[in-house]
């Protein structure tokens, strides 16, 4: 079992940034792909990056391209997504998720794909 939980998440006018951790504990972390999704209010929870086990390989959804980062540091058992120029439509509860990757260049966009979730925090970011 792995114990997900965010941190981070905030209030900001747009333009801001805001970094989330995502700190699991339970099981070492390194054998672990990670994704990032949010959910909005009134829509579905959407992909909006991922990380492969080594850290070596991201993808990220368009809307977030050139402004959002991913990174790990697997010693600290943590994923963090830094996120600037956060605009209104950024609004979300952001989730991060984990799934066993037996290859350290795999990384997974589909939710549904994911074994372990966290609780969520809500980033919001005003106009």
């Known amino acids: 079992q792995v114990q997900l939980v965010e941190s981070g998440g905030g209030l900001v006018q747009a333009g801001d940034s805001l970094r989330l951790s995502c700190a699991a504990s339970?099981?070492?972390?390194?054998?672990?792909?990670v994704g990032w999704f949010r959910q909005a209010p009134g829509k579905g929870r959407e992909f909006v990056v991922a990380?492969?086990?080594?850290?070596?390989?991201?993808r990220f959804v368009d809307s977030v391209k050139g402004r959002f980062t991913i990174s790990r540091d697997n010693a600290k058992n943590t994923v963090y997504l830094q996120m600037n120029s956060l605009n209104p439509e950024d609004t979300a509860v952001y989730y991060c998720?984990?799934?066993?990757?037996?290859?350290?260049?795999?990384?997974?966009?589909?939710?549904?794909?994911?074994?372990?979730w966290g609780q969520g925090t809500q980033v919001t970011v005003s106009s």
């Open positions: 339970g099981r070492t972390f390194e054998g672990y792909a």
């Open positions: 990380i492969s086990r080594s850290g070596g390989t991201t």
């Open positions: 998720a984990a799934r066993y990757a037996a290859h350290s260049g795999s990384l997974y966009t589909t939710q549904g794909l994911y074994d372990y």
